[in-house]
């Protein structure tokens, strides 16, 4: 059973989840967005090993914790990004434009696409494209667990922004109803920020989009 464990790091708040396949102690970070000690004290603790960065899109408060995380860990984690996020990557997430500075990151070395099929230990996951909030956001979904991270895209009563560069609306919209929409009703959305919700519940009630 997927085991989840949220961290609210950085000067954004974001939610940076620590998860883990409890049977065989692999672990990811989706989303390592501050703080790194913190996030590997937190691994560390359960006897979890990362070996795994996913990353749903590369704005800085979502990837702030990633160069320091992977240096610390005693071995280089797979980071996985789609390649229409590269370009923020490199960029550092636009920090710079908001009064911060990151330290460059590893390469990623997993292309995100839609469909992807990840694993941790012996938990499947499969990859969700869903451009609109970036041209390269992703979001993860686990049907074994009944649970979807959806990073910026979609959170309880809201969606995400579309006003920086590579935002579209019209591309989010359609995210949000093709992929998160078509999932089961009950299946948890853990968002990038802010307190989780369901499909059922945005589909019935999200102000911004309707199903």
């Not at 979890?48 to 240096?71: E, N």
């Not at 935002?167 to 992929?179: K, P, Y």
Request: hydrophobic share 40%; net charge negative.
């Amino acid at each position: 059973m997927l085991e989840i464990v949220t961290l609210i790091l950085g000067p954004l708040d974001t939610n940076t989840y620590l998860i883990a396949d409890p049977e065989t102690n692999a672990a990811a970070v989706i989303d390592p967005a501050w703080d790194a000690p913190l996030i590997a004290s937190a691994a560390g603790q359960r006897h979890w090993q990362i070996s795994q960065l996913w990353i749903t899109h590369a704005h800085f408060d979502h990837i702030g914790a990633a160069a320091d995380l992977a240096r610390a860990l005693d071995g280089l984690p797979v980071i996985a990004l789609h390649p229409d996020d590269r370009a923020l990557w490199e960029a550092r997430g636009g920090a710079e434009h908001f009064g911060f500075s990151l330290p460059a990151s590893p390469a990623p070395a997993l292309p995100l696409a839609q469909d992807l099929p990840l694993h941790l230990g012996g938990i499947p996951f499969k990859v969700l494209h869903t451009p609109g909030h970036t041209p390269g956001h992703c979001i993860f979904y686990c049907e074994q667990a009944g649970v979807c991270f959806c990073g910026d895209l979609i959170f309880k009563d809201s969606v995400g922004r579309t006003d920086l560069p590579g935002g579209d609306w019209g591309s989010l919209v359609e995210s949000i109803r093709s992929q998160v929409y078509a999932l089961p009703g009950d299946t948890r959305l853990l968002p990038g920020h802010g307190p989780g919700t369901t499909v059922e519940e945005e589909m019935n009630g999200n102000p911004f989009v309707r199903a």
